[in-house]
């Protein structure tokens, strides 16, 4: 699992791909916390990712709270109908604004 860092208009942007679990948790907090470093405004894209567990939930969901502090915001873009549900289970796509795309998520912020 490897994670990109990146900028889009004038927006912090992580891709994540693949399968996020307890096991690289700790690298997507670091990837996470680095963009945030950067600027208070950030897009996640999990658009590759095909699963998630609860603990990435708790990374997302630190991130939104830092950024939100910052003054910031964050995005979420998410593709595959089987890690939306997990934000729709735990009620959490109330919280985060799911997208489709990182450019719609972007423009969201």
Aim: net charge negative; proline share 2%; glycine share 12%.
């Amino acid at each position: 699992m490897a994670f990109t860092i990146g900028t889009i208009g004038g927006h912090g942007v992580v891709h994540a791909e693949g399968e996020l679990d307890v096991g690289n948790a700790p690298q997507l907090r670091e990837a996470v916390n680095a963009a945030l470093d950067a600027q208070p405004t950030l897009v996640v894209d999990l658009s590759n990712v095909s699963f998630m567990d609860s603990v990435t939930l708790g990374v997302l969901i630190g991130a939104f709270n830092r950024s939100r502090e910052a003054g910031g915001g964050l995005a979420v873009v998410c593709t595959d109908e089987r890690v939306r549900r997990i934000f729709r289970i735990t009620g959490l796509d109330m919280v985060f604004a799911l997208h489709g795309t990182v450019e719609s998520a972007v423009a969201a912020l």
